[in-house]
């Protein structure tokens, strides 16, 4: 019985020591994830640990997360870290910034094999963000920093 409670505290213990998990996907699941017929707004941010304006740009997302909780807009952030990088650097660095917004790591090496099918005019620089609703057909990236105040009104061409 002290084996196990053992075990329990020490699970319990490492999971709360990052508090935020971050599931690892490929990009079909994301992909399926993104293409369903829901009436949730998607606000999809592709970042990365060693990008400068990804990092600048995050608590604008984490505040657009807080300011629609209870309504149909999900923030997930999507790290283009390598999936070898997970434990040493991105969790450590989801935890160090307190994002409580879902964290995704897109374990995918080529690049070239899904960007085009996500959006054709992304060039694949970072930052990177998808406001998408499948249910009103409603679309829209930018490939760029955003401001929290872009952020904001971008997101609410969504809500009218």
Do not use: H
Not at 55 to 79: D, H, I, M, T, Y
């Amino acid at each position: 019985m002290l084996k196990f409670v053992s075990l329990v505290g020490g699970l319990l213990l490492s999971a709360s020591a990052f508090g935020q998990s971050v599931a690892v996907v490929r990009f079909p699941d994301l992909q399926k994830r993104l293409a369903r017929p829901t009436d949730t707004t998607y606000v999809v941010n592709f970042w990365a640990t060693w990008c400068a304006p990804c990092v600048k740009e995050l608590p604008g997302f984490e505040q657009l997360r807080a300011a629609n909780a209870g309504k149909k807009v999900k923030v997930l952030l999507v790290s283009l870290d390598y999936a070898s990088q997970l434990e040493k650097k991105v969790k450590p660095f989801v935890k160090q910034r307190g994002l409580k917004s879902e964290v995704l790591l897109l374990n995918e090496s080529d690049p070239n094999s899904w960007m085009d099918k996500l959006d054709a005019k992304w060039s694949g620089a970072l930052p990177f963000t998808l406001i998408i609703n499948n249910k009103t057909n409603q679309r829209a990236t930018f490939e760029q920093e955003l401001s929290q105040a872009e952020l904001t009104a971008a997101l609410q061409k969504f809500q009218k």
